[in-house]
């Protein structure tokens, strides 16, 4: 496995500017999941895509944050007008329920600073 | 919000020694996970327990889980420098269909040389 990426790895912007993150899973994983995380907690699941349908939505992803898998590949994670609050980390997961794996395979993260 | 607590927050301790975390979650689950986040090398699967398992091992690595209590611990033995990290547990929920974790907050864990 090559792991999961994402990119950038930083993003620093001011307030009210959009931000695009892409997640690259696991090449053979068709689950892919975004969560965000804020210093001293653990991650928040934001959103799953089963291949390029987007299943499930957190309450927590507000109409300013869109995400999409288009071909089952790999993933962008759009966060529009962007606010303070919107600091944090963003972590990208991956899975394959074949063969009874369940776990998930997360990348470095994108780290967001909104000033 | 966080569905698991962890406990304790931050544990210090000598290297050699155990470390024992231990978690608490609120709903029935499918299995839960412990995840090591250091960072060096983000966040990685340790170890994973089925809801129908009690006790399962790796390496240094030993978990139980009480699912009448709801509850797990993690314990690592022989502890070393390199343990040095946050330890989380996953729950992931029985009738959950997408299978996303919810994790607790987390216990940090320094490993004295």
């Known amino acids: 496995d090559t792991g999961v990426s994402q990119n950038p790895r930083h993003k620093i912007t001011k307030r009210g500017q959009n931000v695009t993150f892409r997640c690259d899973p696991i090449?053979?994983?068709?689950?892919l999941y975004w969560y965000r995380q804020t210093l001293g907690q653990g991650p928040e699941f934001l959103t799953y895509f089963q291949n390029e349908a987007q299943l499930e939505k957190s309450r927590l992803l507000s109409d300013r944050f869109s995400a999409e898998r288009p071909k089952g590949s790999f993933s962008t994670l759009e966060i529009q007008r962007t606010e303070q609050g919107d600091s944090a980390m963003y972590l990208c997961?991956?899975?394959?329920?074949?063969?009874?794996?369940?776990?998930?395979?997360f990348g470095p993260g994108t780290r967001l600073t909104v000033t | 919000s966080q569905q698991g607590e962890e406990d304790p927050q931050a544990l210090s301790i000598q290297e050699g020694e155990n470390a024992t975390m231990n978690c608490s979650y609120k709903t029935s689950i499918n299995n839960l996970q412990w995840y090591r986040q250091n960072s060096g090398r983000g966040l990685v699967h340790l170890i994973l327990i089925r809801s129908n398992e009690r006790e399962k091992h790796s390496g240094r690595l030993r978990v139980t889980l009480d699912t009448s209590k709801k509850s797990s611990s993690l314990l690592i033995t022989a502890s070393r420098a390199a343990d040095t990290a946050s330890y989380f547990c996953?729950?992931?929920?029985?009738?959950?269909?997408?299978?996303?974790?919810?994790f607790g907050s987390g216990t940090r864990l320094l490993v004295r040389p």
């Open positions: 996953a729950t992931e929920f029985r009738m959950d269909s997408s299978y996303k974790l919810i």
């Open positions: 997961a991956s899975s394959s329920r074949d063969r009874g794996r369940y776990e998930q395979y």
């Open positions: 090449s053979e994983h068709n689950r």
